[in-house]
């Protein structure tokens, strides 16, 4: 028995202390600026992960596009030049055919709900489209609205002449509305509605605050229930995640459905960031009527047909894109009343979800 522990010291003695224990270090690339709320939450990702690995894994958060922009950020994960990545999947359209239709005009009513349909959606159908990562997890925006530099748009009319930044499945929305889309990166919105470059843009009301939209920004007419959302998401490097010793993959796939939560109410409580940002500066907030409402809803209807049309040219089966869209749409209303059960308020939505 002496001999036995005799042995298996010297073997680890002969073992370099820094094999023993290896720092693992990987790197996280967001394009999102670094002072924004959904920034201090990867960064809070990244120490939740440090801590719960005793300080085996430490992540380095690079922010505001300082290690990869928007677009790049899911090629530069597969390629390695981030071991993380966060972006939203409009950015690359036509990369997750699948995942896009998340972004069709669902009606959804809070980024709380959105989240949690998104992973609903990833771990019903696992799309193809991502087996070249490790996804840890979706997130969604709130609803998209109309922020508008100088014009107001009241009814469907308004939007006739207008050029609205909106990228892929969002442009396609802004068409049926009758605008111009035109895909200008997040981080140079601001400018380019401050040159008249574009008219305005199709994002969420808590882009008034984080990319300080409000201070070029005098309308913003709500519309969510005709609208989308950008889905996002949080990716592996797959040869990475593969190389990492088991008992750390199961402390990230921990941290990451916590953080799945976090990431829901985050986005979700942005929104009233947003609002209050706006209203300081004297931005006004146009509630559509009912009936106007109604208009524009019929108006985004073709969106989903044409795109499961879309689909179907390149090889998809229209019966199983039909069955992903019942899907989502059943999910909404499920997530719908569970956020009304837990007493969760947001900016948009139903008004009983509403925030007084």
Not at 179 to 204: F, I, L, Q, W
Not at 225 to 235: H, I, K, L, R
Request: proline share 5%; aromatic share 10%; hydrophobic share 40%.
């Amino acid at each position: 028995m002496k001999k036995a522990v005799l042995v298996v010291l010297i073997t680890l003695l002969a073992v370099p202390v820094g094999a023993r224990a290896k720092t693992i270090r990987l790197k996280f690339a967001s394009y999102f600026p670094t002072a924004a709320k959904q920034s201090k939450m990867l960064e809070e990702f990244c120490s939740e992960v440090e801590k719960k690995t005793n300080g085996r894994v430490k992540i380095d958060f690079f922010g505001g596009g300082s290690l990869l922009k928007a677009t790049k950020v899911y090629d530069g994960v597969v390629q390695g030049i981030a071991d993380i990545g966060f972006s939203h999947i409009e950015y690359t359209r036509g990369r997750f055919p699948i995942t896009e239709i998340l972004d069709l005009p669902h009606g959804y009513p809070s980024a709380w709900v959105g989240t949690h349909v998104a992973n609903d959606f990833y771990r019903k159908f696992r799309p193809r489209e991502w087996n070249k990562v490790h996804v840890l997890w979706f997130n969604t925006c709130p609803p998209n609205q109309l922020i508008l530099a100088k014009k107001a748009v009241r009814k469907l009319e308004d939007l006739k002449g207008l050029t609205i930044r909106g990228p892929g499945r969002v442009g396609e929305v802004l068409k049926a509305l009758g605008a111009t889309p035109k895909p200008v990166p997040m981080n140079e919105v601001y400018e380019a509605m401050a040159r008249g470059v574009v008219d305005g843009c199709m994002t969420p009301i808590e882009t008034l605050k984080a990319f300080r939209l409000a201070e070029v920004a005098k309308y913003v007419t709500l519309c969510w229930e005709a609208t989308n959302v950008y889905t996002f998401y949080v990716v592996m490097n797959k040869a990475v995640w593969n190389d990492l010793p088991s008992e750390v993959k199961g402390v990230l796939d921990e941290v990451s459905r916590e953080f799945e939560e976090k990431a829901a109410r985050v986005w979700n409580k942005v929104d009233f960031i947003g609002l209050e940002a706006g209203k300081k500066e004297g931005v006004e907030f146009i509630t559509l009527p009912p009936k106007e409402m109604k208009r524009w809803k019929e108006a985004v209807s073709s969106v989903t047909e044409r795109y499961i049309q879309e689909l179907s040219r390149a090889g998809y089966k229209a019966e199983e894109l039909r069955a992903m869209i019942h899907y989502i749409r059943s999910r909404i209303p499920y997530w719908t009343k569970r956020q009304i059960e837990m007493g969760i308020k947001s900016v948009t939505g139903p008004e009983e979800m509403r925030a007084r």
